[in-house]
């Protein structure tokens, strides 16, 4: 039995935007694929499947991509296009979806007023005979709207840097590697791990960055609902992947009082790091600023449970705030 379109997840799809198109419009297609990919969307274009195309019944394979393995597809519809078999067998897969679940799972886009069979022509269609490309793309990221992505980082984060204030290209080549080492040891914690890393560096006292981040460790129980030995434990596993923790007392005096506290101290290394000596605590520091500053809070927490750091990037990422 078939999942209808609300039971579905974005892993029951292969591909988020699927491109039928007829051969003579490839030019202007392939420029629209690059850029849907840029954007870190899967694009179902055939020079991109070779190897997966390769031996198949291409007749039924086609048929599953176009009405079961795609989230939307977009028709580029010209003359060339309603005269081609194989064209017209991806027209009919994509319609016999839309049908089935009546919604608007085709998005038409035409380079003239070919007439298509079963597309009415009450469909709202984008006119491409004044939209580029890259301007195209633009449209259906806005029209496909967000997806969830496990384990992704932007291959363009210029949302961090943007967040960072950091302009010279030489400074971003750097940030960039080191944002992309801290991803990478992000995805050997596990997730209850990365959530109290976060609320140390969400709730920082000002005075520590970019050196370092620090909180009271009794705030932090509060925070994160863990015990004061659960929490050292944990920061304990941590010092292999670069980030090291220090724990120190704090005293302050009053008129009948003597107040003690604990604070926590974190700082993040990366091997080989060619700025600050190796700290390179205020690159972490950005990536949480960022994910915290463009997302809900709520977002911004499943952002970090799923790896997705889409948000870093403008072409990837959609701001909420």
Not at 91 to 108: C, D, G, K, T
Request: glycine share 4%; proline share 4%.
């Amino acid at each position: 039995m078939k999942k209808n379109i609300t039971q579905m997840t974005n892993n029951d799809f292969s591909f988020d935007i699927a491109l039928s198109f007829a051969g003579e419009d490839r030019k202007y297609v392939e420029q629209v694929a690059q850029f849907l990919t840029e954007m870190g969307f899967r694009v179902f274009y055939d020079k991109y499947e070779k190897v997966s195309l390769w031996g198949k019944d291409l007749y039924v394979h086609l048929q599953d991509i176009y009405q079961d393995k795609s989230r939307f597809t977009v028709m580029f519809i010209s003359k060339h296009y309603a005269d081609r078999l194989w064209t017209n067998h991806e027209r009919q897969s994509a319609q016999a979806r839309a049908f089935r679940e009546n919604r608007e799972y085709i998005l038409p886009a035409r380079f003239d007023d070919t007439r298509i069979p079963g597309l009415m022509e009450t469909i709202g269609y984008i006119d491409l005979h004044d939209v580029s490309p890259k301007q195209l793309a633009e449209l259906i990221k806005q029209k496909v709207g967000p997806i969830p992505r496990c384990e992704f980082f932007p291959a363009h984060p210029d949302r961090l840097f943007e967040e960072m204030k950091i302009t010279s290209r030489k400074k971003r080549e750097s940030v960039s590697g080191i944002a992309l080492s801290f991803f990478e040891d992000l995805k050997l914690m596990t997730p209850k791990e990365r959530l109290v890393l976060s609320e140390v560096f969400q709730h920082t006292c000002p005075a520590g960055p970019p050196e370092n981040v620090h909180i009271r460790i009794d705030y932090l129980t509060r925070l994160t609902t863990l015990s004061r030995d659960k929490i050292i434990s944990l920061f304990s596993r941590l010092d292999c992947l670069g980030i090291v923790a220090t724990l120190s007392s704090t005293e302050k005096e009053d008129d009948t009082l003597c107040h003690s506290s604990e604070v926590l101290e974190v700082r993040y290394y990366e091997s080989g790091a060619a700025i600050d000596e190796d700290n390179v605590t205020f690159v972490a520091c950005g990536i949480f600023d960022c994910i915290y500053n463009h997302l809900c809070p709520k977002c911004a927490t499943n952002a970090l449970e799923r790896l997705d750091f889409s948000i870093l990037g403008k072409a990837t990422g959609f701001s909420e705030k």
